[in-house]
């Protein structure tokens, strides 16, 4: 016992340790300048921001945040944005683990042309998908419509979500559902009891993934919705970047308010996020 202790001290050479810090130092400073800068940078006037774009202001005014907030119509965009973020994230999780348990525990012939069909998604593209989605939704009357977005999000979020539910329930043994199986369970009945409770990591993996990139996904809302009401955060700050584009303060402003639900998300649920990407990864 001693001996290992002695060899976890001696692991790291002082001045190895010192530079480590020295380098975790410098990489936050590089990560949080930024946010620094832009909080700041929404304090100012335009006359000011002008004047001095990289210090602090010399009259800060939290004017530019209720103004923005008007003009942007932040709490609709806030609901809106809640709204497919939250819907979504529910509908993946639950669709991936019923087709990961399907796909590991349910083996048929057909079982590795229908995952492989849905696992290729991972390889498509929003880019290379914007012009069909438009012209479906225009077709089947889902543009303009909530339904018409949530549909494609819970679309594009499920080939990573049954590649990993897959995966993951492979590893519980088989031995688990065959006997529940003998003692007469459904299969909705093993999913509900034990398969859904066992796979809660790789669920946490795919909350964390899905949130933060339906929270921030632009294009999508951008192309499907054209009625403000409907408009989700990013797409609502893009106002900004128009005929307000040299509103600096309030164009800031902005941006922060966007910004801060996503910073909330990560420091309240770094110990979630951390635990969840750490179980949830793929052994190989």
Not at 173 to 196: K, T
Request: charged share 10%; proline share 5%.
């Amino acid at each position: 016992m001693r001996n290992t202790n002695r060899i976890k001290k001696t692991d790291f050479h002082p001045l190895l340790r010192i530079f480590v810090y020295v380098m975790v130092a410098i990489f936050t400073v590089l990560a949080l300048y930024p946010l620094y800068w832009l909080f700041i940078s929404s304090l100012k006037t335009n006359t000011e921001f002008q004047l001095n774009i990289t210090g602090w202001p010399w009259n800060p005014t939290f004017q530019n945040y209720p103004t923005a907030w008007r003009l942007a119509q932040f709490d609709t965009l806030f609901v809106n944005s809640i709204f497919f973020t939250t819907l979504s994230t529910l509908l993946v999780i639950l669709f991936s683990m019923m087709a990961g348990f399907a796909f590991a525990k349910i083996r048929s012939k057909a079982t590795p042309f229908l995952h492989g069909s849905f696992v290729i998604g991972i390889l498509l593209t929003l880019q290379s998908i914007m012009v069909p989605l438009f012209l479906m939704a225009v077709a089947t009357d889902l543009y303009n419509t909530r339904l018409g977005v949530l549909i494609p999000y819970v679309g594009m979020g499920m080939p990573m979500g049954i590649y990993l539910c897959t995966e993951f329930i492979k590893s519980i043994p088989d031995s688990v559902v065959e006997s529940a199986r003998i003692d007469g369970a459904s299969y909705l009945r093993i999913f509900a009891s034990i398969v859904a409770p066992m796979a809660k990591p790789v669920g946490v993996t795919l909350a964390i993934l899905n949130v933060s990139g339906v929270w921030n996904e632009f294009m999508l809302v951008n192309i499907l919705v054209s009625s403000d009401a409907l408009r989700t955060l990013p797409v609502g700050i893009l106002k900004f970047s128009g005929p307000l584009a040299s509103d600096h303060g309030r164009q800031f402003a902005a941006l922060t308010i966007g910004l801060v639900p996503m910073v909330i998300f990560y420091l309240f649920f770094r110990k979630q996020i951390t635990e969840g990407v750490s179980a949830g990864a793929v052994k190989g």
